[in-house]
């Protein structure tokens, strides 16, 4: 689908309605925008998502009103100087990114700045040239050991040279009334004046995360057709968070299921509810044996850390990998969110995405700081 785009008499158009009084942010790596739209949520104003995704973009764009995108390469020398030309004069307040560090060539030496780590220096860049209050780096759990924690020191380092107070903790998005067990290392940086970030406390403990069942629940079954793009809901809510998930909704989108072989099917229904390849017979589903493979989930507990590909993980009822509508449900996308692109392109869209509540509880703390 095609975005439309409007003519826009002035700057001020370009802008959408102008928020006054919200801190501003510009996303890096922001993908479909998990992350910003937590920080909407808590009462900021996002005037860019920068990416090189041009199907994740589309989706940002559908979902950031106001917002405006920019596609480009952040390993690019003049990826900051297009930053600032895309925001027209206006000054970000926070940054927040989620570069990927696959890249990492830091040995003994401390080579930190080897080219192949050219993703993660464009954020030091950036922070360095358009100077923001603070920060917030997203990153994966096995940065926080990658090299005897020589990367993460070196990170630290690099920001408190640029005059920043760095906070680091590795979150769980459960805690924060996710349905999702995902861990992620989390950065936030502050200027010196303002003192060093507390991250937000928990507001659920192990005993009352939330599970699958309540939060998919409600989302019709697709057991006898896959069902449309645009559909209709079937049922009401049942939990407070399949309501507030529906977000007003009266259409529902994405939520299409595969058509999986017969043979896959009678796979999956071998395995039990909260099982995995573990606990199927012997001879049965060899061709994948690893630790995510042929996972079903457990109606009362949260999801696995939902990925970027669709094939390992199964409904807890249904014999089924989720959609693409459950999967942005078990991240924390309200079904107004609505994922544009193949579905290859949505499924990596809602994996590589940071779950909004999360963003939402680092958001709102952060106002503490600006107050």
């Known amino acids: 689908m ?28 922001s993908g479909c925008g998990g992350l910003s739209y937590g920080f909407v949520r808590s009462g ?14 589309e989706t940002f764009r559908w979902n950031h009103p106001g917002s405006r995108t920019l596609n480009t390469d952040l390993a690019a020398e003049d990826s900051v100087t297009q930053i600032k030309k895309s925001l027209l004069g206006r000054k970000a307040e926070f940054i927040i990114a989620g570069p990927p560090c ?19 220096l464009s954020v030091f860049r950036a922070v360095e040239e358009l100077a923001p209050t603070g920060f917030v780096i997203e990153n994966v759990k096995g940065m926080k050991t990658l090299y005897q924690g020589q990367v993460m020191n070196e990170v630290i380092r690099r920001f408190e040279h640029l005059d920043y107070e760095v906070a680091v903790k590795l979150l769980n998005a459960a805690d924060y009334g996710v349905p999702q067990l995902r861990q992620r290392l989390v950065f936030v940086g502050l200027r ?13 403990d192990p005993d009352s995360y939330l599970g699958c069942q309540a939060a998919i629940g409600d989302l019709p079954s697709r057991k006898n057709k896959p069902g449309l793009e645009k559909d209709s ?9 399949q309501t507030k998930m529906r977000n007003g909704c009266d259409v529902l989108s994405n939520h ?25 017979p012997p001879g049965v589903g060899e061709s994948r044996r690893f630790n ?10 949260p999801s696995r850390t939902i990925d970027t590909g669709h094939r390992n993980h199964f409904h ?55 107050r």
Do not use: M
């Open 316 to 370: 807890y009822r249904y014999n089924r990998v989720p959609t693409i509508r459950e999967n942005a449900r078990l991240q924390s996308f309200p079904d107004s969110f609505v994922f544009y692109g193949t579905r290859t392109q949505q499924n990596r869209q809602v994996g590589n995405a940071v779950p909004p509540l999360l963003g939402e509880a680092i958001g709102h703390q952060l106002l503490n700081y600006l």
């Open 256 to 280: 299409v299921a595969t058509r999986h072989a017969e043979f896959v099917k009678q796979v999956i229904a071998l395995v039990p509810e909260g099982g995995n390849y573990k606990d199927l």
């Open 2 to 29: 095609k975005t439309k785009r409007l003519a826009v008499a002035s700057q001020a158009d370009l802008w959408g309605i102008e928020e006054s009084g919200k801190p501003t942010v510009v996303d890096l790596f």
């Open 102 to 120: 696959q890249g990492f060539s830091l040995t003994g030496t401390r080579n930190f700045d080897d080219p192949r780590n050219s993703l993660y």
């Open 292 to 301: 995510e493979a042929w996972t079903r989930y457990h109606s009362q507990r």
């Open 233 to 241: 809901y079937t049922s009401d809510p049942i939990t407070p968070y």
């Open 192 to 204: 010196k004046s303002l003192g060093r970030f507390s991250f937000p406390q928990a507001s659920c």
């Open 44 to 57: 900021y104003q996002v005037l860019l998502g920068v990416d090189n995704d041009a199907a994740a973009l």
